[in-house]
């Protein structure tokens, strides 16, 4: 099955820093690579997605790339905030809406 | 919409006893699926479900954990005997084929 290996797994930056998170995975007929933000006692949230025909993909300042010749994907954050401050998932399924497998998450630290 | 909505938030039970949490997907989504989460493994898919179908419980870690979808607003995960190695936080998550809403998790100890 597909494995998801995430990196690094603890991160902390000053405010206003970037942060980058990577990922790679292992079954080429993946498509679709989400990730989720998953604050203190709550479930993980979606907060931005890609497919496999896309290279890249921006929402103000969360950015995702995607090189799918060296199956890896990564994470962008910019101008990071404290509120920022949680664990990140990657994860990478076969096509959206099938079983996602996730990585192991990074738990990120913005310093003011 | 309210959202994905988990009960109880929260279950300590006793080893042996019988465990079932529930979960009220998203009107609408047709898959749901139900997953745990420790610190040791991350993640884990345990079972989902398309149209109240289930399509893969291959990480049903045993014979004890059992799940049902009778209707499309509602679905079980049934721990029974539970155990102590049982104790994580299971979410429920829900989905029309784009990425997933989870719940809010129960988070259950065994004891």
């Known amino acids: 099955g597909e494995n998801v290996e995430q990196h690094p797994s603890t991160l902390s930056v000053q405010e206003g820093d970037s942060a980058v998170i990577k990922c790679t995975y292992s079954d080429s007929a993946s498509n679709y690579f989400p990730w989720y933000k998953q604050e203190l006692g709550k479930g993980p949230q979606l907060i931005i997605d890609i497919r496999s025909n896309v290279g890249e993909k921006k929402d103000q300042r969360i950015a995702v790339t995607l090189n799918k010749t060296a199956k890896h994907f990564s994470l962008h954050i910019t101008e990071t905030q404290p509120e920022d401050s949680a664990v990140y998932f990657c994860?990478?399924?076969?096509?959206?809406?099938?079983?996602?497998?996730f990585g192991k998450g990074t738990s990120l630290l913005v310093t003011p | 919409d309210a959202g994905v909505i988990q009960s109880p938030r929260h279950e300590v039970t006793e080893m042996g006893q019988e465990v079932t949490l529930r979960c009220k997907p998203i009107s609408g989504h047709d898959y749901l699926f139900w997953y745990r989460q420790t610190m040791m493994r991350g993640l884990e898919l345990l079972i989902y479900f398309n149209n109240n179908v289930p399509i893969d419980d291959s990480g049903m870690p045993e014979d004890r954990f059992s799940a049902k979808m009778p209707n499309a607003s509602f679905s079980t995960l049934k721990i029974q005997p539970s155990e102590p190695r049982d104790s994580a936080v299971y979410f429920c998550a829900s989905s029309t084929g784009g990425g997933y809403t989870f719940g809010s998790g129960t988070r259950l100890t065994v004891v």
């Open positions: 994860a990478a399924s076969i096509r959206s809406g099938y079983a996602l497998n």
